[in-house]
Nanobody
Framework: EMQVEESGGGLVQPGGSLRLSCTPS????????MSWARQARGKGLEWIAC????????YYADSVKGRFTISRDNAKNTLFLQMDNLKTEDTAVYFC????????????????RGQGTQVTVSS
């Protein structure tokens, strides 16, 4: 069974940083572009970042551009999301997902998605 699992969420003050990780199982990690998305309470799923299979290309939603960095280590089968200068509006459950195509669809086509990890930004 193909699965992905997120970790690294928690409570952080505004302006702080967190790094999320995502580890897959049952799939060839390097064969998939990967995305991060988030869902705040009462709102829909928001795509925020995608990285190509090799890691050479990255894409970001305007809401996180310049503050978040997506990266991957194919040798260690791990996806990361470095989140800096966090704002209260970044509070959400964060999900990683495989892309449903061989390229970044920016939230149009997700494949396998994890259960999510909670990020709370509050003073």
């Amino acid at each position: 069974e193909m699965q992905v699992e997120e970790s690294g969420g928690g409570l952080v003050q505004p302006g702080g940083s967190l790094r999320l990780s995502c580890t897959p199982s049952g799939l060839t990690f390097s064969g998939y572009p990967m995305s991060w998305a988030r869902q705040a309470r009462g709102k829909g799923l928001e795509w925020i970042a995608c990285i190509s299979r090799s890691g050479a290309d990255t894409y970001y939603a305007d809401s996180v551009k310049g503050r978040f960095t997506i990266s991957r280590d194919n040798a260690k089968n791990t996806l990361f999301l470095q989140m800096d200068n966090l704002k209260t509006e970044d509070t959400a459950v964060y999900f990683c997902a495989t892309e449903g195509r061989t390229y970044c669809t920016k939230g149009v086509h997700y494949g396998v998605r994890g259960q999510g990890t909670q990020v709370t930004v509050s003073s």
